[in-house]
């Protein structure tokens, strides 16, 4: 790799992995939310979500009860701000919506939030949006929250099963994954579509795929490099390689 590029060079995509050191669990590994209790993923199923107060009511317990909200940057996550302020980085891809990239200093314009935000809910009728923190205060009066504007359901803007990814985040992933030279994948199982796709995506395009992942994926065989070690080490190691 040459030293000096004019262009931001390294599209970074990241799952839970980057963000299980901060505490917030992953959702399909060994001590994964759903891995430990299969029936917590339907409170996150749009159709249950809409017509079943019983699933709003225990799905807006689980986030107030998140980890999220405890939850600082992990040195990998530093890392990456790092390579972003070096001019390497066109853009992080995250299927994450804990917002700890931004809090390690990524900037808006880099971190392009796959599926979703959970600082803010909208009302799924009218689309006005609120900080998650403000509607999770009701709470204790409210239980299934609703509305103040025109009553309808509210829900965090983190992408459930059922919905799509939205869709100006999928464009600019594309755009990303195709136009980079190094794509690299942090903490992915790189099982969840269409997400994943932009792995090969970005292989096809002509990008060196470098995988950091404690566990096998799908995309091993296509990988230049698989680092196995502990994401807060690999991740600093490899931006300094990258940033040299």
């Known amino acids: 790799m040459p ?3 004019d262009e931001p060079t390294v599209t970074v995509l990241t799952g839970a992995g980057i963000s299980t050191s901060s505490g917030i669990p992953d959702f399909r590994g060994p001590q994964g939310v759903w891995t430990q209790d299969p029936s917590a993923a339907r409170l996150l199923e749009i159709s249950a979500y809409v017509r079943d107060a019983d699933v709003r009511v225990q799905g807006w317990r689980a986030w107030a009860g998140h980890a999220v909200w405890h939850a600082h940057p992990t040195a990998a996550h530093r890392a990456l701000a790092d390579l972003e302020r070096a001019g390497g980085l066109r853009a992080v891809l995250t299927q994450n919506f804990d917002g700890l990239h931004q809090a390690a200093g990524s900037s808006d314009e880099h971190v392009v939030e796959l599926h979703g935000s959970l600082a803010t809910t909208s009302c799924l009728r009218c689309t006005t949006t609120w900080p998650t923190s403000e509607v999770l205060a ?20 983190v992408v459930y099963f059922g919905e799509q990814l939205p869709e100006d985040a999928l464009s600019r992933a594309v755009a990303a994954a195709t136009d980079a030279q190094t794509f690299v994948a942090i903490g992915t199982t790189l099982t969840v579509h269409p997400v994943a796709s932009l792995a090969p995506l970005a292989v096809e395009s002509g990008a060196r795929l470098v995988i950091v992942n404690a566990e096998p994926t799908p995309y091993d065989h296509l990988a230049d490099e698989v680092i196995r070690t502990p994401i807060d080490e690999a991740v600093p190691a490899l931006v300094a390689t990258l940033t040299r």
Not at 138 to 155: A, F, I, S
């Open 138 to 157: 009701r709470l204790p009066d409210e239980p299934d929250p609703r509305c103040v504007e025109c009553g309808g359901v509210l829900k965090p803007d």
């Open 3 to 5: 030293h000096h590029h």
